[in-house]
């Protein structure tokens, strides 16, 4: 055919769904793709208690819940949280891509492309069910088969009946037909299924504190705690107690908090020294961040989050109970500083970048407090005996008005300096005793003190000093 005959030549140049689901699976982790459908789970709550008393409340996902189940053929994410309308099931669910006139606009979720669930289901397996119950009216299922993936010129999918009414209004997705390098993942279930409660236990923590129930093997998954010390007020007035350093602002249409501050008292140098010969207990210090009361990234102490920059010191174990958390919040994901996996941070995000200096910031507060009382350790005790741990987003309340100040002028933010104790020149300085002792001996010792042969070796040297030094002191007498 010619254009003299009236006629153009077509080329096709229409995609193919195996283009899509190589794309779309290709870099992503099998966890992630999992937290994925969590993810969706919880966008079908927000959108259950849009414009409801419950949103409001302190416990808004409370009586929801998600179950995961792994076998070796098959896996099934199963809950009750509301379901998918048929509406969004028909026009944007089940599409490969987010068209712009989506109607989750006004729920704060984290999808930007709207390929999660496609990405999860893709990557695990070949086939697939998907049956909701938004309400008694709308119920139906969707099935994807290996031969529908195969075939470019049918994108359809239907909404059929399902065999049974579902129960629990929610959703559940089953998937099968697995490929091998998930078949054999899911082979041993056991220690796949202790992973991912742990990933599970991190990214959902707030989530989870607040009433939502993620059952993994039908095991309930615990949150990690998210908190710093605190003072009660008279004390920090008094030059007695901590309080940590807080940032709350609005910017570009994002709501933001930034809380740091110690887990614990710092380490004396004997400990220090310790843990860095053989590190004994997970690190709990650094800076996890969170979007929409997910967390993307957990206990980071890298430059990423500024550790090594500027002026703030790299990270190092005298730094191992200082910890702090960001939080974004905003209805329109895109504005938010989070990569297409949704766990993980855009370094260069202009956002980010601002919010960056404010965590430096605070970070060297606490970083130059481990500094100036390394010689102090008995008189700093007494001030870290006195702090509470303190939930993040509860320790604001404390902080008077007028102790918030406004930086760079801007009313849309405030921020509050904690002006930490120092050590008074006269105080007794304390010194640091290190020697080296067989282990053997060491947990011999250990357990004729404490009943118990697995206590921190410098606990053990330090009982053992306080107890001659109290004879000692009686024989002096």
Not at 276 to 287: L, M
Request: glycine share 6%; charged share 30%.
């Amino acid at each position: 055919m010619s254009e003299q005959d009236g006629n153009i030549d077509v080329i096709q140049a229409s995609p193919t769904k195996r283009f899509f689901v190589d794309m779309l699976t290709r870099d992503i982790e099998l966890n992630d793709a999992i937290l994925d459908l969590l993810d969706n789970c919880v966008d079908g709550i927000q959108r259950t208690i849009h414009n409801t008393d419950k949103e409001t409340t302190e416990r808004p996902y409370e009586g929801y819940w998600a179950k995961i189940t792994v076998s070796e053929d098959k896996f099934t994410i199963e809950d009750n949280c509301g379901g998918i309308p048929r509406d969004i099931a028909k026009n944007y669910a089940f599409r490969f891509g987010r068209p712009d006139d989506r109607t989750d606009g006004e729920i704060p979720t984290v999808g930007i492309y709207g390929i999660g669930m496609k990405r999860a289901i893709f990557k695990m397996g070949l086939s697939s069910t998907i049956e909701s119950k938004h309400d008694d009216e709308e119920c139906y299922k969707v099935n994807i088969k290996p031969e529908w993936l195969k075939n470019d010129e049918d994108w359809e999918l239907r909404l059929l009946e399902p065999e049974a009414n579902q129960e629990n209004v929610g959703t559940k997705i089953s998937i099968s037909n697995l490929h091998d390098h998930i078949r054999e993942k899911f082979k041993h279930a056991g220690e796949f299924n202790e992973q991912l409660s742990e990933l599970v236990s991190t990214h959902y923590t707030y989530i989870i504190q607040n009433g939502f129930n993620v059952i993994i093997d039908e095991q309930i998954v615990t949150p990690q705690p998210l908190d710093v010390l605190a003072s009660s007020f008279d004390d920090y007035e008094n030059n007695q107690g901590i309080l940590p350093f807080i940032y709350e602002g609005t910017k570009n249409g994002v709501q933001i908090r930034i809380v740091v501050g110690f887990l614990a008292q710092p380490p004396g140098e004997s400990e220090v020294a310790e843990y860095t010969e053989a590190p004994r207990k997970k690190e709990q210090a650094g800076w996890t961040i969170i979007a929409n009361d997910r967390v993307v990234l957990y206990k980071d102490r890298t430059r990423l989050t500024g550790w090594g920059t500027g002026t703030v010191p790299s990270y190092h174990p005298q730094f191992r109970d200082i910890s702090g958390v960001v939080e974004f919040s905003c209805n329109d994901a895109e504005k938010l500083p989070i990569n297409t996996t949704k766990r993980g941070l855009e370094a260069g995000d202009e956002l980010y970048l601002y919010v960056k200096d404010f965590m430096c910031e605070g970070l060297k507060i606490f970083t130059q407090h481990t500094n100036i009382w390394k010689g102090y350790k008995e008189k700093e005790k007494e001030i870290f005996d006195s702090a509470n741990a303190a939930s993040i987003r509860s320790v604001t309340n404390n902080i008077k008005s007028e102790l918030w100040v406004n930086p760079k002028k801007n009313p849309n933010e405030k921020k509050f300096i904690p002006k930490l104790p120092k050590p008074k020149s006269e105080t007794v300085v304390s010194k640091w005793i290190r020697f080296s002792k067989k282990q053997s001996d060491i947990k011999k010792v250990s357990q004729y003190l404490f009943d118990n042969d697995d206590i921190e070796p410098s606990t053990v040297g330090e009982k053992c000093f306080d107890l001659i030094l109290e004879d000692s002191k009686e024989d002096l007498e």
